[in-house]
């Protein structure tokens, strides 16, 4: 169960208290219906899926209930940063 | 006529005496989620200091997010409308019960489910966290006893979980 | 190829075993083939085996990282079957069962196929019409599974706890006889042993680190850390790491990567005649020939390649075991491992062509890619060899991410109302 | 010394015997025995037989290491454990343990037939054979393996013992309670750290329990530690498993060394965060291998000294040793000091240490330098060994009644492997040792490498001038792993460790490799021609020793599997007797059976009380969200397909959910309280998905909206008051809302109160007659809903469950998510066109809807079904098709998702999605099931009062 440091609470709680939500930074676009079929299969399915560094999404679910961005490496596991949704990609 | 009709808790109103813990079921309170994108929005309506680091909790509000309060009132206390302001304010007194832990074994009781390092929570902190797979809020109200909040429908499992523990 | 069999067994024991051939030589990559997979697990190796056997393409390398079946093919729990829902999964899946039937005697050799039926539980009143609704068109697609009461469940499975009072009371199952389990290990050797006496070269601790193509963009060869190697025809079958590839070839793919464990107890005499699965309480379980229960866990919620999962994970899925099978708490549990699963939207494979020319791909087995094995490697050399999909591959293209012609068989089991 | 047990000596207490079973024989031991040490000392060396070849087999260990001695424990019904190490196993008055993998006995075993046949049986034999004929394959050779195979009998009854779980958190983990953990403990001790210290043994001092001159410090230090308020003590506690960020997974046995079993759990699962973490869990020693190593009577040096020291039981009265390492010699001087009888000193070194020979020549004990033992007489128990002197090959016999291996010593890594710490190899060691930490961690003592057992030579296996392809040397006791197997495996072409031990499964046993896997790396190299880091090492994985479920899953037994919601008004349904059905998390009443009622009949009863007059239904299951703020009608704009700003408070609105693929997700009426305050309602299972799903645009793509989302499900009880009496009923109970039907319209929402309770009064119905839905807090539902109950008497008011009310909507034609819809579903597959909202430039899923395929032609549309035989209800899940007549597979064009038998109409009706089904409207289709196909033709859904005039009073 690995512990991570949630940016609201500012400070690090099980994993449990979380839900992960899928890959970061990728916005939901303005006009939907003016993507084409292929920007928003990109925007629905496509994913970085990385080995090594990787942008992911938590949510604070049993704790402060916010969702919240982190840098993680999937192959350690290891997370290098974590930050409010809304902050600059790191 | 409400007082006619019978209030049914989801747990046993006779608390659980065990070696060294006490559980029992607080009396009804009022209970409120506060939003707002800023603590002074809820100060104007409630013209009280609401705490802003998430965790704490002062005049029965406690911070649990970084735009979410949740209060709790005696029962019977009035509550000042918001309607129009960028504030929300729901009503959420029923959904939940309190369990109250009390005694020197309180937090090992709680530990036996809760993943939190107890003896970095201190008193009056309070947090939405889970036991086991259940959400509750837990609330240190002094050294050795705690309020868990806990909504309805799970409080009857919460309760065995508990007590089972509180047993061995 | 030394052949196998009893005969073969006995004339080397007078001899002390002292002069069986390797059973596979340990190639060193030549300049090029006509072919090459990316990946040697089941479903790399059976591709290079149908390559050569079905399509007389024997110029073929076969190029794992590590040692060949060490990846998913030798940490899944073996369940095989094939009473999916959708007429695509039903076929595909169907395809791979009928050839796993009589596997060990094309092969020659014995991967342990054990037709013991996989039985899957219905809980409350939506798993019972979700698995009448398999059933249903399992019959009328000429896939054999039957409805069980919980009594005719239990008579299968006696450690079936039926008690009405359970919290996920048995409702009934639906029974795959034709389903079962295959010795793991066995599948990929045995592909590996046939495949190398058709002329196909298997390379291991040989890793892709570049897909080289030409200027049009066809696939000319790959970059390996044992030196480039040249082929038009490139099949990746490389499980959790398919993205990692892909992106070699500059291709963005609709997968995640997720942890997957598995444990076995200790072995213990025969007590489990078949693989139980439930859906709803989130275990399955089978017993081993060796004696172990060898139980699936769920993945972990998070991205990773670490092939390292959670205690909490596990504490869930044995939690969920002794409630469906009592009798089995105070067995122990003896190993835990963890298998990277590669996941698509729809949790259904990509199995086919790829924008690249020459770049083939088949991923995205999730978590039930080993029963798939032998049809997975069959159709993916098909697709290679014709340059087109086979008809029971072609609906598991990438472009159904695209159009929105999804084959959805968790969806389709729907959510509880 | 009587029998083995020695005079004096050993910690257990004399005092206290304790009478035991074995196998029906009764014997003594004492108060601190292990049943090893017990059986021992009675002279039993015969433990077990081996997995494959069923040879007879003693000790090899004194600890979890033990491969051979495994046993089965019988405490009565349901308490039956197999495969338990004798080892591990403190004996108690009554105890009852017995052998394994036996038949008829374990002295005389017909299993042992393999053992003959073991030429035949080489690594893999399964893979080169029984194929043919085909068909025995299923029928006769599996079942043969199956049965040959497995150690204990699997228990046949449910475990009646409890286990429990906890979380823990210190600053300083210790595992291993030897000298190594107990000085680390001792040195942070008086540091205010939260301090836990761990070991497997029944008592602390590890190692030093065999050593009686470091016993005086030994109790100092337990006295000192179990003294310090901010240490913590934990014994019979096995740190299996290191997980992510120094969280470990501890199982601590707290009732099997009772003899009474008491009303407390039989284990504790702990699962700790420590900031730090010490790993003090010592090395463990290697067998040598030669022919006929695992005669029983061979066992490891150290355990001899351990049987000695610890337990005061010699394992033979004329000791010889086979070492390879100067421990084995320290072992013997100190065994002549306990006054245990000695042989001999055979080591395969040329020379050693003269400090060893010298105190060797002082206690007369006859020394054999570059020999080794190249044969063990005797079956059942060491009768005597050859040795050959590799000088002049010459082969001599020495009598001994047990014989000693001490091939060296190998670190237990297996937890800092766990935790992804990397290892490096030590030649001088031959042992693989921790190198980089991954967490903060650090190996101290003997499991990192530091020992001063002395130094040792590091062989593959002794030389003999026998034929090695003819006799078995072991390497992995338990599963009957030779050193002809390995080198086998590497003939046949398997190079990867991995492979060499898949393919002879050496290591893979209870005892996962602890003595095996270093000699077969050392035997795999020589093969090989490699040294061995270039061969590599297997993972080690948890559990460090296997674990019993029961504890992993703690104390979710039974009840505490998993929470059952249930409603304030479930306990009414109890008490009446209704029957249940779990949904999602809840449980729900499905329907009220009368006396001798089935579900048909009390169905029927309940759908046309709902018709004729009135029925009452518990609702509160359903989803609630609170929808607060300036921005709450443009946010729910953004999310449901429909439009929501011009909604006038005090009416409802239907609401469609779409996920971002455009498919349904959810459903719902919700109802506008105030310009900015809605009540949102979900499906039952929904609601937390809901919930997420609507937290995480908010969030994340729309954080301008000053909206906020508030969980009030389980605020409100709600009752569903169904059928033209339903507001004769409400009248006199309500205060403050006028019930006519011009002021209180279908779809709207007025607050006031009911009995005196504050009341959220919906006027909606998914039952298509009058109807109320009323939200109460949860606490006054039971009490509102006897008040319904008694003032509905006069209408015959009925309550009605789940069952009927599936009937009802049905007849109205409302889906139910999840059932008519799964999750590949459209508004325009499921005939929802009115809900979406044209003109709106978007809302979540609206750019998905035209996307190829979802435009196309032929997708699954929602229909009904009226069977030609009205009789005839279909079954939910059955396939459509157009021909009947075509050969399988058939071609489907759809299937029924609901189906019930409608008491109202007299008749049976269905729904099913069907490819192109709206325009198929009159069609015939057919529905093949076994022995008998059904036709039907499309009709709409709207089965019952298609006008919806009985809304309207």
Same mark, same amino acid.
């Given at each position: 169960?690995?512990?991570?440091?949630?940016?609201?609470?500012?400070?690090?709680?099980?994993?449990?208290?979380?839900a992960n939500?899928?890959?970061?930074?990728?916005?939901?676009?303005?006009?939907?219906s003016?993507?084409?079929?292929?920007e928003?299969?990109?925007?629905?399915?496509?994913?970085?899926?990385?080995?090594?560094?990787?942008?992911?999404?938590?949510r604070?679910?049993?704790?402060?209930?916010?969702?919240?961005?982190?840098?993680?490496?999937?192959?350690?596991?290891?997370?290098?940063?974590?930050?409010?949704?809304?902050?600059?990609?790191? | 006529? $409400?007082? &006619?009709l019978?209030?049914?808790?989801?747990?046993?109103e006779?608390?659980?005496?065990?070696?060294?813990?006490?559980?029992?079921?607080?009396?009804?309170?009022?209970?409120?989620?506060?939003?707002?994108?800023?603590?002074?929005?809820l100060?104007?309506? #409630?013209?009280?200091?609401?705490?802003?680091?998430?965790?704490?909790?002062?005049?029965?509000i406690?911070?649990?997010?970084?735009?979410?309060?949740?209060?709790?009132?005696?029962?019977?206390?009035?509550?000042?409308t $918001?309607?129009?302001?960028?504030?929300?304010?729901?009503?959420? $007194?029923?959904?939940?019960?309190?369990?109250?832990?009390?005694?020197p074994?309180?937090?090992?009781?709680?530990? $036996?489910?809760?993943?939190?390092?107890?003896?970095? #929570?201190?008193?009056?902190? &309070?947090?939405?966290?889970?036991?086991?797979?259940?959400?509750?809020?837990?609330?240190?109200?002094?050294?050795?006893? #705690?309020?868990?909040?806990?909504?309805r429908?799970?409080?009857?499992w919460?309760?065995?979980?508990?007590t089972?523990?509180?047993?061995? | 190829?030394?052949?196998?069999?009893?005969?073969?067994?006995?004339?080397?024991?007078?001899s002390?075993?002292?002069?069986?051939?390797?059973?596979?030589?340990?190639a060193?990559p030549?300049?090029a083939?006509?072919?090459?997979?990316?990946?040697?697990?089941?479903?790399?190796?059976?591709?290079?085996?149908?390559?050569?056997?079905?399509?007389?393409?024997?110029?073929?390398?076969?190029?794992?990282?590590?040692?060949?079946?060490?990846?998913?093919?030798?940490?899944n729990?073996?369940?095989?079957?094939?009473?999916?829902?959708?007429?695509?999964?039903a076929?595909?899946y169907?395809?791979?069962?009928?050839?796993?039937?009589?596997?060990?005697?094309?092969?020659?050799?014995?991967?342990?196929?054990?037709?013991?039926?996989?039985?899957?539980?219905?809980?409350?009143?939506?798993?019972?019409?979700?698995l009448?609704?398999?059933?249903?068109?399992?019959?009328?697609?000429?896939?054999d599974?039957?409805?069980?009461?919980p009594?005719?469940?239990?008579a299968?499975?006696p450690?079936?706890?039926?008690?009405?009072?359970?919290?996920?009371?048995?409702?009934?199952?639906?029974?795959?006889?034709?389903?079962g389990?295959?010795?793991?290990?066995?599948?990929?050797?045995?592909?590996?042993?046939?495949?190398?006496?058709?002329?196909?070269?298997?390379?291991?601790?040989?890793?892709?680190?570049?897909?080289?193509?030409?200027?049009n963009?066809?696939?000319?060869?790959?970059?390996?850390t044992?030196g480039?190697?040249?082929?038009?025809?490139?099949?990746?079958?490389?499980?959790?790491n398919?993205?990692?590839?892909?992106?070699?070839?500059?291709?963005?793919?609709?997968?995640?990567?997720?942890?997957?464990?598995?444990?076995?107890?200790?072995?213990?005499?025969?007590?489990?005649p078949?693989?139980?699965?439930?859906?709803?309480?989130?275990?399955?379980?089978?017993?081993?020939?060796?004696?172990?229960?060898?139980?699936?866990?769920?993945t972990?919620?998070?991205?990773?390649?670490?092939?390292?999962?959670?205690?909490?994970?596990?504490?869930?899925?044995l939690?969920?075991?002794?409630?469906?099978f009592?009798?089995?708490?105070?067995?122990?549990?003896?190993?835990?491992?963890?298998?990277?699963?590669?996941?698509?939207?729809?949790r259904?494979?990509?199995?086919?062509k790829?924008?690249?020319?020459?770049?083939?791909v088949n991923?995205?087995?999730?978590?039930?890619?080993?029963?798939?094995?032998p049809?997975?490697?069959?159709?993916?050399?098909?697709?290679?060899?014709?340059?087109?999909?086979?008809?029971?591959?072609?609906?598991?293209?990438l472009?159904?991410f695209?159009?929105g012609?999804?084959?959805?068989?968790?969806?389709?089991?729907?959510?509880?109302? | 010394?009587?029998?083995?047990?020695l005079?004096?000596?050993?910690?257990?207490?004399?005092?206290?015997? !304790?009478?035991?079973?074995?196998?029906g024989?009764?014997?003594?031991?004492?108060?601190?025995?292990?049943?090893?040490?017990?059986?021992?000392?009675n002279?039993?060396?015969?433990?077990?037989?081996?997995?494959?070849?069923?040879?007879?087999?003693?000790?090899?260990?004194?600890?979890s290491e033990?491969?051979?001695?495994?046993?089965?424990?019988?405490?009565?019904?349901?308490?039956?454990?197999?495969?338990?190490?004798?080892?591990?196993?403190?004996?108690?008055?009554?105890?009852?343990?017995?052998?394994?993998?036996?038949?008829?006995?374990?002295e005389?075993?017909f299993?042992?037939?393999?053992?003959?046949?073991?030429?035949?049986?080489p690594?893999?034999?399964?893979?080169?054979?029984f194929?043919?004929?085909?068909?025995?394959?299923?029928?006769?050779?599996?079942?043969?393996?199956?049965?040959?195979?497995?150690?204990?009998d %699997?228990p046949?009854?449910?475990?009646?013992?409890?286990?429990?779980?906890?979380?823990?958190?210190?600053?300083l983990?210790?595992?291993g309670?030897?000298?190594?953990?107990?000085?680390? *403990?001792?040195?942070?001790?008086?540091s205010?750290?939260?301090?836990?210290l761990?070991?497997?043994?029944?008592?602390?001092?590890?190692? /030093?329990?065999?050593d009686?001159?470091?016993?005086?410090?030994?109790?100092?230090?337990?006295k000192?530690?179990s003294?310090?308020?901010? !240490?913590?003590i934990?014994?019979?506690?096995?740190?299996?498993g290191?997980?992510?960020?120094?969280?470990?997974?501890?199982?601590?046995?707290?009732?099997?060394?009772?003899?009474?079993?008491e009303?407390?759990?039989?284990?504790?699962l702990?699962r700790?965060? /420590?900031?730090?973490?010490?790993?003090?869990?010592? %090395?463990?020693?290697?067998?040598?291998?030669?022919?006929g190593?695992?005669?029983?009577?061979?066992?490891?040096?150290?355990?001899a000294?351990?049987?000695?020291?610890?337990?005061?039981?010699?394992?033979?009265?004329?000791?010889?040793?086979? *070492?390879?390492?100067?421990?084995?010699w320290?072992?013997?001087?100190?065994?002549?000091?306990?006054?245990?009888?000695?042989s001999?000193?055979?080591?395969?070194?040329?020379?050693?240490?003269s400090?060893?020979?010298h105190?060797?020549?002082r206690?007369?004990?006859?020394?054999y330098?570059?020999?080794?033992?190249?044969g063990?007489?005797g079956?059942?128990?060491?009768?005597?060994?050859?040795?050959?002197?590799?000088g002049?090959?010459?082969?001599?016999?020495?009598?001994?009644?047990?014989?000693?291996?001490?091939?060296?010593?190998?670190?237990?890594?297996?937890?800092?492997?766990?935790?992804?710490?990397?290892?490096k190899w030590?030649?001088?060691?031959?042992?693989?040792?921790?190198?980089?930490?991954?967490?903060?961690?650090?190996?101290?003592?003997?499991?990192?490498?530091?020992w001063?057992?002395?130094?040792? *030579?590091?062989?593959?296996?002794?030389p003999?001038?026998?034929?090695?392809?003819?006799?078995?040397?072991f390497?992995?006791?338990?599963?009957?792993?030779?050193?002809?197997?390995?080198?086998?495996?590497?003939r046949?072409?398997?190079?990867s460790i991995e492979?060499?031990?898949?393919?002879?499964?050496?290591?893979?046993?209870?005892?996962?490799?602890?003595?095996s896997?270093?000699?077969?790396?050392?035997i795999?190299?020589s093969?090989?021609?490699?040294?061995?880091?270039?061969i590599?090492?297997?993972?080690?994985?948890?559990?460090?020793?296997?674990?019993?479920?029961?504890?992993?899953?703690?104390?979710?037994?039974?009840a505490?599997f998993?929470?059952?919601?249930?409603?304030?008004?479930?306990?009414?349904?109890?008490?009446?007797?209704?029957?249940?059905?779990?949904?999602?998390?809840?449980?729900r009443?499905?329907?009220?059976?009368?006396?001798?009622?089935?579900?048909?009949?009390?169905?029927?009863?309940?759908?046309?009380?709902?018709?004729?007059?009135?029925?009452?239904?518990?609702?509160?299951?359903?989803?609630?969200?609170?929808?607060v703020?300036?921005?709450?009608?443009?946010f729910?704009?953004?999310?449901?397909?429909n439009?929501?700003?011009?909604?006038?408070?005090?009416?409802?609105?239907?609401?469609?959910?779409?996920?971002?693929?455009?498919?349904?997700?959810?459903?719902?009426?919700?109802?506008?309280l105030?310009?900015?305050?809605?009540?949102?309602t979900?499906?039952?299972?929904?609601?937390?998905?809901?919930?997420?799903?609507?937290?995480?645009?908010?969030?994340?793509?729309?954080?301008?909206?000053?909206?906020?989302?508030?969980?009030?499900?389980?605020?409100?009880a709600?009752?569903?008051?169904?059928?033209?009496?339903?507001r004769?009923?409400?009248?006199?109970?309500?205060?403050?809302?006028?019930?006519?039907?011009?002021?209180?319209?279908?779809?709207?929402?007025?607050?006031?109160?009911?009995?005196?309770?504050?009341t959220?009064?919906?006027?909606?119905?998914?039952?298509?007659?009058?109807?109320?839905?009323?939200?109460?807090p949860?606490?006054?539902?039971?009490?509102?809903?006897?008040?319904?109950m008694?003032?509905?008497?006069?209408?015959?008011?009925?309550?009605?469950?789940?069952e009927?009310?599936?009937v009802?909507?049905?007849?109205?034609?409302?889906?139910? +998510?999840?059932?008519?819809?799964?999750?590949?579903?459209?508004?325009?597959?499921?005939?929802?066109?009115?809900?979406?909202?044209?003109?709106?430039?978007?809302f979540?899923?609206?750019?998905?809807?035209?996307?190829?395929?979802?435009?196309?032609?032929?997708?699954?549309?929602?229909?009904?079904?009226?069977?030609?035989?009205?009789?005839?209800?279909?079954?939910?899940?059955?396939?459509?098709?157009?021909?009947?007549?075509?050969?399988?597979?058939?071609?489907?064009?759809?299937? +029924?998702?609901?189906?019930?038998?409608?008491?109202?109409l007299?008749?049976?009706?269905?729904?099913?999605?069907?490819?192109?089904?709206?325009d198929?409207?009159?069609?015939?289709?057919?529905?093949?099931?076994?022995?008998?196909t059904?036709?039907a033709?499309?009709?709409g859904?709207?089965?019952y009062?298609?006008?919806g005039?009985?809304?309207?009073v």
């Amino acid at each position: 169960m690995i512990l991570i440091h949630c940016p609201y609470c500012d400070e690090k709680r099980p994993e449990i208290e979380f839900a992960n939500a899928g890959q970061a930074h990728i916005a939901r676009p303005l006009d939907p219906s003016g993507q084409t079929d292929a920007e928003w299969e990109a925007y629905l399915f496509i994913r970085a899926n990385p080995r090594g560094r990787h942008h992911e999404r938590w949510r604070h679910v049993h704790g402060c209930g916010r969702f919240f961005n982190a840098v993680r490496d999937t192959v350690t596991d290891k997370f290098e940063a974590t930050y409010k949704a809304g902050e600059p990609r790191r | 006529m $409400s007082d &006619a009709l019978i209030r049914h808790e989801p747990v046993s109103e006779t608390p659980c005496v065990a070696h060294g813990v006490r559980i029992s079921l607080a009396p009804p309170m009022q209970r409120y989620t506060l939003r707002a994108r800023y603590a002074q929005d809820l100060e104007r309506v #409630f013209k009280v200091k609401i705490p802003s680091k998430i965790g704490a909790s002062e005049g029965g509000i406690m911070c649990l997010g970084p735009d979410e309060w949740y209060l709790r009132r005696q029962a019977g206390a009035t509550i000042p409308t $918001s309607e129009g302001l960028p504030v929300a304010v729901a009503d959420v $007194s029923e959904r939940s019960i309190c369990l109250v832990i009390e005694g020197p074994r309180a937090a090992e009781i709680l530990m $036996s489910g809760c993943p939190l390092d107890l003896d970095q #929570f201190a008193v009056g902190r &309070a947090t939405r966290t889970i036991y086991e797979t259940v959400e509750i809020i837990l609330i240190r109200e002094a050294e050795d006893r #705690f309020h868990v909040e806990v909504w309805r429908s799970f409080a009857a499992w919460l309760w065995m979980a508990m007590t089972t523990a509180a047993r061995h | 190829m030394t052949r196998f069999s009893a005969f073969s067994l006995f004339a080397k024991a007078l001899s002390g075993h002292q002069n069986w051939p390797e059973q596979w030589p340990d190639a060193a990559p030549k300049p090029a083939y006509d072919a090459i997979i990316v990946g040697g697990g089941g479903h790399g190796l059976g591709a290079a085996y149908y390559l050569a056997k079905k399509y007389g393409i024997t110029n073929v390398a076969v190029l794992e990282k590590g040692w060949i079946g060490g990846g998913n093919t030798g940490r899944n729990t073996t369940i095989i079957r094939s009473n999916y829902l959708y007429d695509e999964s039903a076929h595909l899946y169907d395809h791979a069962v009928k050839l796993w039937d009589g596997l060990s005697q094309e092969l020659n050799y014995n991967i342990m196929f054990s037709k013991r039926g996989v039985m899957m539980l219905a809980h409350n009143v939506h798993d019972v019409q979700s698995l009448q609704r398999h059933i249903n068109a399992n019959r009328l697609n000429g896939v054999d599974n039957e409805w069980l009461t919980p009594e005719q469940a239990k008579a299968y499975c006696p450690p079936l706890n039926i008690s009405p009072d359970a919290r996920h009371p048995v409702l009934g199952a639906a029974l795959q006889r034709r389903g079962g389990t295959a010795r793991h290990d066995s599948v990929a050797w045995g592909y590996a042993r046939a495949a190398a006496a058709l002329g196909v070269d298997i390379i291991q601790n040989c890793a892709v680190t570049g897909i080289r193509r030409d200027a049009n963009g066809a696939v000319e060869g790959v970059e390996t850390t044992r030196g480039y190697i040249a082929s038009k025809r490139v099949g990746v079958s490389a499980a959790g790491n398919t993205s990692v590839i892909m992106h070699m070839a500059g291709l963005d793919f609709p997968l995640e990567s997720y942890p997957l464990q598995a444990l076995v107890s200790e072995p213990i005499k025969p007590t489990f005649p078949c693989v139980v699965m439930s859906n709803t309480v989130h275990a399955y379980m089978s017993q081993s020939d060796k004696g172990e229960l060898v139980i699936g866990a769920g993945t972990d919620q998070y991205v990773s390649y670490s092939q390292r999962g959670a205690l909490h994970i596990v504490e869930h899925t044995l939690a969920a075991i002794c409630e469906i099978f009592p009798i089995y708490r105070r067995m122990r549990m003896l190993r835990t491992w963890g298998g990277i699963v590669d996941v698509t939207p729809d949790r259904s494979p990509i199995l086919g062509k790829t924008p690249v020319k020459g770049l083939y791909v088949n991923c995205g087995w999730g978590t039930g890619g080993f029963k798939a094995t032998p049809g997975a490697g069959d159709l993916l050399a098909y697709t290679m060899a014709k340059d087109e999909p086979h008809y029971i591959n072609a609906p598991f293209n990438l472009d159904r991410f695209r159009n929105g012609r999804l084959i959805d068989e968790a969806a389709a089991a729907a959510v509880a109302h | 010394m009587t029998g083995f047990r020695l005079e004096t000596g050993g910690r257990v207490d004399r005092s206290q015997p !304790v009478r035991f079973h074995f196998d029906g024989k009764t014997f003594q031991g004492f108060a601190g025995d292990s049943l090893a040490s017990a059986l021992l000392a009675n002279g039993v060396m015969l433990f077990g037989r081996s997995f494959k070849y069923h040879r007879p087999r003693g000790l090899v260990a004194a600890g979890s290491e033990e491969p051979n001695a495994l046993i089965s424990v019988n405490r009565g019904l349901g308490r039956f454990t197999p495969n338990l190490r004798a080892t591990g196993v403190e004996i108690h008055n009554g105890l009852k343990a017995f052998s394994q993998n036996r038949w008829p006995s374990l002295e005389m075993d017909f299993g042992a037939i393999n053992d003959r046949l073991g030429m035949f049986l080489p690594a893999g034999f399964y893979n080169k054979t029984f194929m043919w004929p085909r068909s025995f394959w299923d029928k006769v050779y599996e079942p043969a393996i199956r049965k040959m195979a497995g150690l204990g009998d %699997a228990p046949t009854a449910e475990d009646p013992d409890v286990y429990a779980s906890t979380y823990a958190h210190c600053d300083l983990l210790i595992i291993g309670a030897g000298p190594a953990g107990i000085d680390a *403990a001792l040195g942070s001790m008086d540091s205010n750290k939260r301090i836990i210290l761990m070991d497997e043994q029944d008592e602390l001092g590890g190692g /030093a329990l065999a050593d009686p001159s470091l016993w005086p410090w030994l109790e100092r230090s337990v006295k000192a530690l179990s003294d310090a308020p901010n !240490v913590t003590i934990l014994t019979r506690t096995t740190a299996f498993g290191y997980y992510h960020d120094n969280f470990i997974g501890a199982v601590q046995r707290l009732i099997d060394h009772l003899p009474e079993i008491e009303d407390m759990p039989r284990e504790k699962l702990w699962r700790i965060r /420590a900031d730090e973490v010490v790993l003090a869990q010592g %090395a463990i020693e290697r067998p040598i291998v030669f022919g006929g190593n695992d005669t029983p009577g061979v066992m490891l040096s150290s355990a001899a000294k351990v049987y000695a020291n610890r337990f005061g039981v010699a394992v033979g009265k004329a000791l010889a040793l086979m *070492a390879s390492h100067d421990s084995g010699w320290h072992d013997m001087f100190a065994l002549a000091k306990a006054g245990v009888g000695i042989s001999a000193i055979i080591d395969v070194r040329e020379s050693v240490d003269s400090a060893l020979m010298h105190e060797a020549d002082r206690l007369g004990i006859t020394v054999y330098l570059n020999h080794g033992v190249v044969g063990v007489n005797g079956r059942h128990g060491v009768r005597s060994v050859d040795i050959c002197d590799y000088g002049n090959q010459q082969v001599r016999r020495i009598d001994t009644d047990a014989l000693l291996m001490a091939g060296g010593w190998t670190p237990s890594v297996h937890l800092w492997s766990h935790s992804k710490g990397s290892l490096k190899w030590r030649d001088d060691l031959g042992a693989y040792v921790p190198d980089q930490p991954n967490e903060n961690v650090v190996c101290v003592g003997g499991c990192s490498g530091d020992w001063d057992f002395g130094k040792g *030579a590091i062989i593959d296996m002794l030389p003999t001038p026998k034929d090695q392809s003819r006799i078995k040397a072991f390497v992995d006791f338990q599963n009957d792993v030779t050193a002809k197997d390995i080198k086998l495996a590497v003939r046949e072409g398997f190079r990867s460790i991995e492979h060499i031990k898949r393919y002879t499964t050496n290591g893979m046993a209870t005892d996962q490799g602890k003595t095996s896997n270093l000699n077969g790396l050392q035997i795999a190299s020589s093969a090989l021609n490699q040294p061995v880091p270039d061969i590599g090492l297997t993972s080690f994985r948890p559990p460090y020793t296997p674990q019993t479920f029961g504890a992993l899953a703690g104390h979710a037994k039974g009840a505490l599997f998993q929470p059952t919601r249930t409603t304030n008004i479930d306990s009414w349904a109890q008490a009446h007797g209704a029957v249940f059905e779990l949904v999602a998390q809840w449980r729900r009443a499905r329907y009220f059976p009368k006396p001798n009622e089935n579900m048909h009949a009390a169905v029927n009863r309940e759908c046309i009380a709902v018709r004729s007059s009135l029925g009452i239904f518990d609702a509160s299951t359903l989803g609630k969200i609170e929808v607060v703020g300036p921005d709450a009608a443009e946010f729910l704009n953004r999310m449901y397909t429909n439009p929501w700003k011009a909604l006038e408070p005090g009416r409802c609105r239907y609401g469609l959910l779409l996920k971002e693929d455009g498919f349904i997700t959810d459903d719902g009426v919700s109802a506008r309280l105030a310009h900015d305050r809605f009540h949102l309602t979900t499906t039952t299972g929904g609601a937390a998905r809901v919930l997420n799903m609507m937290e995480d645009y908010l969030q994340t793509e729309w954080p301008d909206l000053d909206v906020w989302l508030t969980s009030t499900t389980e605020q409100y009880a709600v009752i569903a008051l169904q059928g033209p009496n339903a507001r004769k009923v409400l009248e006199p109970l309500v205060e403050g809302i006028d019930l006519s039907a011009e002021a209180f319209p279908h779809m709207a929402i007025r607050e006031g109160r009911i009995c005196g309770i504050e009341t959220r009064l919906f006027r909606v119905s998914f039952t298509g007659e009058l109807g109320f839905e009323i939200n109460v807090p949860t606490a006054y539902g039971r009490a509102v809903w006897e008040q319904l109950m008694a003032q509905g008497a006069q209408y015959d008011i009925t309550p009605y469950g789940t069952e009927a009310m599936h009937v009802l909507r049905a007849e109205k034609g409302f889906i139910i +998510v999840g059932q008519d819809t799964d999750g590949t579903i459209t508004p325009f597959d499921a005939g929802l066109d009115w809900a979406v909202g044209k003109k709106k430039p978007d809302f979540v899923g609206k750019r998905s809807m035209a996307r190829p395929d979802i435009v196309a032609p032929g997708r699954k549309q929602l229909v009904g079904l009226l069977t030609d035989d009205p009789h005839i209800v279909l079954q939910e899940g059955a396939q459509i098709v157009a021909d009947p007549n075509q050969p399988i597979p058939m071609t489907m064009i759809g299937h +029924v998702t609901s189906s019930y038998w409608s008491e109202t109409l007299g008749r049976s009706i269905a729904m099913a999605l069907v490819a192109g089904g709206h325009d198929m409207t009159g069609d015939t289709l057919h529905i093949p099931m076994p022995g008998k196909t059904h036709t039907a033709k499309v009709s709409g859904v709207v089965f019952y009062d298609p006008k919806g005039a009985r809304l309207n009073v």
